[in-house]
């Protein structure tokens, strides 16, 4: 009978078994094995090898497939128009009580006012506000705002532009006298932290606005710009006191 040696594998040298003793063959047993016997248990323990292979490098190939394909998936930047529907009111004869308070809960906008939003990306959106009205009979102001939104989490049903997020902005506004002519420049930081709602092509936009500080001019002769820190509209009376704004918006 021709004698045949029995390769070791791996965890056989480990524990210090033969091929043999692997699959439970005795001294006995190993003396009958024909050249056949010894094919289909080299076949075997291949067939073992490869199932093995299959098990733990399949789910991280399907992994690794599924996490490519949602790179692939493209993001469809998109806009919308609005407007601050609390702010409307504010353009038009209403109590003085009502103009001196309601402006905290319109975030200092007033009248005819407009919003257009860009999302960029499923995290950022870009924004920018105008409004345009008359605050009373002898003062215009015209502002218009800029900044951008950071979303710290993506809805797959909503592509990212739901939720809450914080956002950095710079406003300009001009406060004009039309009786004396003089205008009154304005230039503000400040930082908003809001939550926003999609409903079909509808975006609900509910923020809490916080003024950093206030950078001012005039046109009026011998005077000079000056810049202080400004946490409140009424900072006499309240130290700090943000205000709130509640955006409609369409997308087109």
Excluded at 56 to 63: A, R, S, T
Excluded at 155 to 181: C, E, F, I, P
Excluded at 196 to 215: G, S
Aim: aromatic share 16%; charged share 15%.
């Amino acid at each position: 009978m021709k004698e045949f040696d029995i390769q070791r594998s791996t965890g056989a040298e480990i524990c210090g078994l033969t091929g043999a003793e692997i699959y439970g063959i005795t001294d006995t047993d190993l003396k009958c094995i024909t050249d056949a016997d010894m094919n289909c248990v080299h076949t075997m323990n291949l067939c073992q090898r490869l199932c093995l292979y299959v098990l733990i490098m399949g789910p991280l190939f399907g992994c690794q497939t599924e996490i490519f394909a949602q790179q692939t998936i493209p993001f469809q930047s998109e806009w919308y128009i609005g407007t601050n529907p609390v702010a409307i009111p504010l353009g038009f004869s209403i109590k003085p009580e009502s103009k001196r308070f309601l402006p905290i809960v319109a975030g200092n906008e007033y009248g005819t006012n407009l919003v257009g939003t860009y999302f960029l990306s499923p995290n950022q959106s870009i924004e920018g506000r105008l409004s345009l009205s008359n605050v009373h009979q002898l003062a215009f102001v015209g502002q218009f705002h800029l900044g951008s939104n950071y979303f710290f989490r993506k809805h797959k049903n909503s592509r990212g532009k739901k939720g809450w997020y914080l956002g950095a902005y710079a406003k300009y506004w001009d406060y004009y006298n039309r009786v004396t002519l003089i205008h009154f420049h304005n230039i503000s930081p400040y930082l908003s932290l809001g939550y926003v709602a999609t409903k079909h092509r509808f975006l609900f936009d509910f923020r809490l606005n916080q003024t950093l500080a206030v950078y001012s001019w005039s046109s009026l002769d011998q005077t000079r710009a000056n810049a202080d820190w400004m946490l409140s509209p009424w900072p006499e009376f309240i130290p700090v006191l943000p205000t709130l704004t509640f955006t409609v918006s369409f997308r087109i």
